[in-house]
């Protein structure tokens, strides 16, 4: 009861406390309020970030990752929303700097991190869509969604270290830590999970015809 | 046996780059190239709106924005060229009109001017400098400030004729 209460704390806190902080943040009173539902997104985003691993692993307490594969999809889909309401809003609010952040040719050093996450978000979810019509072996379908996972994550979480914006540096970076942890952490368990699965399988089938 | 050698070589150049630099700097100290031209910077020309009004002040101020003005080859300050700027501000959006407002330089080729405090924008403290009059090349600058508390900002133009 304590491990389950406390996991979902942890996690929950870590996505809270940066949103709560950023809401605090002075510099919002200098912003229109479509640039701050546009950062407001990326923090989102980033948040979600954390659960979409965690989800996969089965680590929530009362989640196992039966549900939780399932839950992935919708989280996952709201992370595409979040990110079109990022990308979308700042460019409203700033259409030349925007424009440059999409063609690489932003003076920003953490825009190219935010623009390259963005593609392999939007490229995962149109694969997740049309992986079946595409005839896409569910092995190939893993093996690149773990690929372009490992994108989003650095990408974005550099991208949100190097901004200097509503976001407190101390909640932000122990969030940023924890993306990067669970996603690790679910690419291991994914790889030994799998190695395990395999074994078994190879010592059944030479059960079997022994 | 690779690693000595890579070794060897990496200090042979780093030995000869110092020695190039060191013996160059010593024979031609005021080099023509010490003003190369200032190259536009990427996103400087970001919101910029052409014909700011010159102004003594930008807003209610409390923020400053200075820097020289130079001409490209034997660097003689320019005097009197229109330098304009803008920013995020306290008091505006960078594409606002009243964030917007141009200066002169001195017969130092020197400005400086007061505009309200520039506050980080699209993940940067920074302002917008533009030197676009006709005489000399366009350039735009987009310096970034050290931090966001600081309350005033470099910018340097060496301009090359148009």
């Known amino acids: 009861m304590a491990r389950l209460i406390l996991i979902w704390a942890v996690i929950v806190v870590a996505v809270a406390v940066p949103i709560a902080a950023a809401a605090l943040s ?4 200098w912003r229109d309020p479509l640039y701050i539902l546009a950062g407001f997104a990326g923090i989102v985003a980033l948040g979600i970030m954390l659960f979409q691993p965690v989800l996969i692993g089965g680590y929530l307490p009362g989640l196992p990752a039966r549900i939780g594969r399932r839950v992935h999809l919708w989280t996952g889909a709201v992370l595409v929303a ?57 092995r190939t379908w893993f093996l690149v969604h773990r690929l372009l996972a490992i994108v989003i994550v650095v990408g974005t979480v550099v991208h949100g270290l190097l901004i200097e914006g509503t976001m407190e540096t101390v909640s932000k970076v122990a969030l940023c830590a924890l993306v990067v942890a669970a996603t690790v952490k679910v690419m291991a368990d994914l790889w030994m999970w799998r190695k395990r699965r395999t074994v078994h399988e190879r010592t059944d089938i030479g059960a079997s015809s022994a | ?55 003594d002040r930008i807003g209610k101020g409390g923020f400053w924005m200075s820097g020289t003005v130079r001409r490209a080859g034997d660097g003689a300050p320019l005097a ?15 594409q606002d009109p009243q964030s917007h407002g141009a200066t002169l330089t001195d017969k130092n080729g020197a400005f400086r001017l007061e505009m309200p405090q520039i506050v980080p924008v699209f993940g940067q403290p920074h302002g917008h400098l533009a030197y676009d009059s006709g005489e000399f090349k366009t350039v735009f600058l987009r310096p970034v400030m050290g931090s966001a508390k600081d309350t005033s900002l470099e910018a340097h133009f060496v301009l090359q004729p148009a």
């Not at chain 1, 609010?93 to 963005?118: N, R, Y």
């Not at chain 2, 200032?38 to 010159?54: I, K, L, V």
């Not at chain 2, 009197?80 to 960078?94: C, F, L, M, N, S």
């Open chain 1, 82 to 138: 979040a990110v079109v309401i990022h990308v979308a809003g700042l460019w409203i609010t700033s259409p030349p700097d925007m424009i440059d952040a999409l063609l690489f040719t932003s003076p920003t050093p953490f825009s190219p991190f935010g623009v390259i996450a963005m593609w392999a978000i939007l490229a995962v979810a149109v694969l997740a869509v049309l992986r079946r019509r595409l005839g896409l072996r569910p």
């Open chain 2, 1 to 55: 046996m690779s690693t000595i050698l890579l070794n060897r070589r990496t200090l042979i150049a780093a030995g000869g780059a110092v020695l190039v630099t060191g013996t160059s700097g010593l024979l031609l100290p005021a080099r023509a190239d010490d003003f190369a031209p200032t190259a536009s910077m990427p996103g400087g020309a970001n919101n910029y709106r052409a014909g700011a009004p010159t102004v």
């Open chain 1, 26 to 29: 002075p510099l919002l009173a």
């Open chain 2, 80 to 94: 009197g060229q229109r330098i304009q700027i803008w920013a995020h501000t306290t008091e505006g959006r960078e």
